[in-house]
């Protein structure tokens, strides 16, 4: 059974940082895509950030440039450190695994 657990979201003014940490269990985690999805109030669900099990990594356009996804395979862990945080950054934040989702953590960033 895959478990999918996060860490780190809070409240944080604009501008500032956050790191989002995601422990997982269940799974060869050396050998599986990771990825960070968020959900804003009344919006769908939306890719932020992916990292395959070769470290490439991708971005939604709108985080480019100030999240970025990591691995620690030795840890099975998958970081998103978020900096120049926004307003519209504010979301709960998922972490994916194949099948699987976290139960989601809050980031909210006050202006």
């Known amino acids: 059974q895959v478990q999918v657990v996060e860490s780190g979201g809070g409240l944080v003014q604009a501008g500032g940082s956050l790191s989002l940490s995601c422990a997982v269990s269940g799974i060869i985690f050396s050998n599986n895509a990771m990825a960070w999805h968020r959900q804003a109030p009344g919006k769908q669900r939306e890719l932020v950030a992916a990292i395959t099990s070769g470290g490439s990594t991708k971005y939604a356009d709108s985080v480019k440039g100030r999240f970025t996804i990591s691995r620690d395979n030795a840890k099975n862990?998958?970081?998103?450190q978020m900096n120049s945080l926004k307003p519209e950054?504010?979301?709960?934040?998922?972490?994916?695994?194949?099948?699987?989702?976290?139960?989601?953590?809050?980031?909210?960033?006050?202006?």
């Open 77 to 80: 862990t998958v970081y998103l």
């Open 89 to 111: 950054d504010t979301a709960v934040y998922y972490c994916v695994a194949p099948g699987s989702w976290g139960q989601g953590t809050q980031v909210t960033v006050s202006s």
